[in-house]
């Protein structure tokens, strides 16, 4: 028998004496509401909120005092205290004794290392990558196969500033880059779920597609800010929900639609349900690809024709035509997908590219950078070693890149840290053919000298500092990591990196 | 006794009884999981359980129902109010002596006073059932009036 959710916690005296202090201080509603704890004599205290029951045992024990519970003693060379807290919302709870805790975190070990085993990749940086595929696993929802963003909100992106967003939601944006790290490390079961949740989340908006949703797959719920918390640092708001719920960002139908391609040209089959919404969607960035949008970095601003956008509404085209191509997608206008898909193409060519400065930019008919254009040779629109995309990253790593070999996403004001994944795009591009390998190589150890001791990563780091910027851990940036480690390893073997690209994606 | 006549009332009052227990829950006006409570009589397996326990609550409703005729009987009144009333009084003593009594029988509870041991690691129901949630007498009360209540109405005496 096991409980619902459970976490363990197991202290171990390895030499000489320890004093330990223990404190156990829940708060509800974000900090607003203290809980009751009630003692249930040998069960461990015991706090009723909302509709579950929570559960703390421990191996000394704990003194009360309103809604706080206390506990001291000392531990001498080869004693240990253990802890268990469960939550559950069905009764009669199951209460493991504390005595098999440490059989059980030994389980929980076994099972982490067989998992992390099953990792197909003996490239360059193979821990930093089951790091980062461990992170990405504990950040996915298993039950629904959701992966959410990041498990904390409004970490700040400058710190005492008002750049703090709650993260804690699915956002379908990272679904083609995710998708492709999972299928490219064996983790079918896990790509194969997201994929699945991804379709069932967008089922009653199909073919409209919402930027982000719970791990329920329900829309996220209303931003507001929270009155009693002050903030990481003095970092206020507090944000819980996220009001970019409501935004239009056309990019997310070319990472849904690449995702679910990228799993059908590996050998997955798409079945009748999946190939109707990915017609779908088509159908719908067919009509909706020349509207403005808020992009990928979802600005609280009007919307914009954003290149990168623009970018993701050809390669949703792209890869439908190719899905239909290779038989894998029946019923499709491919005729009206591939005159939508010349058009985007040359507008993006044309008014996406500015003349003037040699370099594609952020916005149409525009002279503002960006680094998610570095991911136009990732999708396959352009070359990684052709002369546009050189010439736009050498304005890219002049106008966004830092002496210390870190990239902003875009010229911001309120300044805040450099960009994670997009340093790992750009060490991707280079390895995709922007760069030598040499160069790739260089600049992922400068990378990974940033991950903090746990070889994690926030969203942003701190030029300068390297300190971790913004909602921690980021599973975003752990997508870049792997990316950026598949890519390079792909490029020393010799072998295509992009299968659905074979034309395009390498110089 | 009208047997044929028990057979029918005590199976329409205890799906009626199941079913309100599971609105209950369902509601979140318990956390209490009767089928599964039942169940891990038999096994540990959580979905093996709630199924054991789903078959075992409809016969043991059913089977306790013929307690209620016995009373309809003796007394030669058998409708809905006094049914109600049996089915109030079945509830208390279900919650209170029935939920006290419970970590003696069940084979997997445990008790505050010993804790978890390796074959005990249920929660116990606590006074009136109250570690089931605080609105658990209510969901009691009211699925086993309604059940009395129909077996009361139903039932035609012999």
């Not at chain 1, 929570?54 to 206390?70: C, H, K, N, Q, T």
């Not at chain 1, 268990?84 to 209460?95: D, G, H, I, Q």
Request: aromatic share 10%; with cysteine; glycine share 10%.
């Amino acid at each position: 028998m096991v409980p619902d959710h459970e976490i363990l916690r197991r202290m171990v005296c390895t030499s000489g004496e320890m004093e330990i202090e223990t404190e156990f201080v829940p708060r509800a509603n974000y900090g607003e509401k203290i809980p009751q704890i009630r003692e249930s004599g040998k069960l461990g205290l015991r706090i009723d909120g909302g509709r579950g029951v929570y559960w703390l045992r421990s191996s000394i024990p704990m003194r009360v005092v309103e809604g706080s519970a206390f506990a001291r003693t000392s531990l001498c060379a080869g004693q240990s205290l253990l802890f268990s807290f469960s939550y559950a919302r069905e009764s009669p709870t199951v209460l493991p004794p504390l005595e098999q805790i440490p059989q059980r975190i030994d389980l929980c070990v076994d099972w982490w290392r067989q998992w992390a085993g099953q990792a197909r990749y003996d490239g360059d940086f193979r821990d930093e990558v089951l790091r980062s595929a461990l992170t990405l696993k504990l950040l996915s929802f298993t039950p629904s196969g959701a992966i959410i963003a990041a498990p904390t909100t409004s970490l700040p992106e400058h710190i005492g500033g008002s750049l703090n967003w709650d993260y804690r939601y699915c956002w379908l944006r990272d679904a083609s880059l995710t998708v492709r790290a999972l299928l490219e490390l064996g983790y079918w079961e896990e790509a194969t779920h997201f994929l699945d949740w991804m379709l069932h989340a967008t089922h009653l908006t199909q073919p409209e597609l919402r930027v982000l949703y719970t791990v329920f797959g329900n829309p996220a719920p209303r931003e507001w800010e929270s009155k009693t918390l002050r903030g990481y640092r003095g970092s206020a708001p507090v944000r819980i929900g996220n009001a970019a719920r409501n935004q239009l960002q056309l990019d997310v139908y070319g990472e849904v639609v690449d995702a679910a391609a990228q799993y059908a040209f590996r050998g997955g089959t798409l079945d009748r349900e999946t190939q109707k919404a990915l017609i779908g969607f088509g159908n719908y960035v067919v009509n909706h690809w020349q509207l403005p949008d808020q992009g990928i970095w979802e600005p609280r601003i009007k919307p914009r024709h954003h290149t990168h956008s623009r970018l993701l509404c050809w390669t949703a085209l792209d890869r439908l035509i190719l899905l239909c191509d290779q038989g894998k997608l029946t019923g499709a206008p491919v005729n009206e997908y591939k005159r939508h898909c010349e058009a985007i193409r040359r507008e993006i060519a044309d008014r996406g590219w500015n003349e003037r400065m040699q370099t594609y930019v952020s916005e149409l008919d525009g002279d503002q950078l960006d680094s998610s254009l570095l991911l136009l040779s990732w999708y396959g629109f352009e070359k990684a070693g052709s002369s546009r995309m050189r010439s736009t990253y050498r304005a890219i790593r002049n106008q966004l890149g830092t002496q210390d070999g870190l990239l902003y996403r875009y010229p911001a004001q309120p300044q805040e840290g450099t960009f994670a994944i997009c340093s790992f795009w750009e060490a991707e591009y280079l390895a995709l053919g922007g760069g030598t390998m040499e160069e790739t190589d260089r600049l992922m150890r400068t990378l990974l000298d940033r991950r903090n001791d746990l070889g994690l990563y926030g969203e942003e780091i701190e030029a300068g500092t390297g300190h971790a910027l913004g909602n921690f851990p980021q599973a975003f940036t752990h997508v870049g990591l792997i990316g950026a480690a598949l890519s390079l390893s792909q490029r020393q073997r010799g072998e295509q990196q992009l299968a659905h690209r074979p034309e395009s994606a390498t110089a | 006794m009208n047997w044929l006549s028990w057979i029918f009332s005590g199976l329409v009052a205890t799906l009626a009884l199941s079913t309100l227990l599971a609105t209950s829950y369902g509601l979140g006006l318990t956390r209490m999981n009767i089928p599964y409570l039942l169940g891990t009589f038999v096994t540990p397996n959580r979905e093996r359980a709630r199924l054991y326990g789903f078959i075992a609550h409809v016969f043991n409703g059913w089977a306790f129902s013929i307690l209620y005729v016995f009373i309809f009987q003796a007394t030669h009144r058998a409708n809905w109010r006094f049914g109600l009333l049996l089915g109030l009084a079945h509830g208390l003593f279900a919650l209170t002596v029935g939920m006290s009594l419970l970590p003696s029988l069940h084979p997997r509870m445990a008790s505050e006073r010993n804790g978890p041991v390796a074959q005990r690691q249920l929660e116990p129901p606590g006074f009136m059932a109250l570690n089931y949630g605080y609105q658990t007498p209510l969901s009691v009360f009211l699925s086993h009036a309604v059940f009395g209540a129909i077996l009361g109405s139903l039932y035609r005496l012999a």
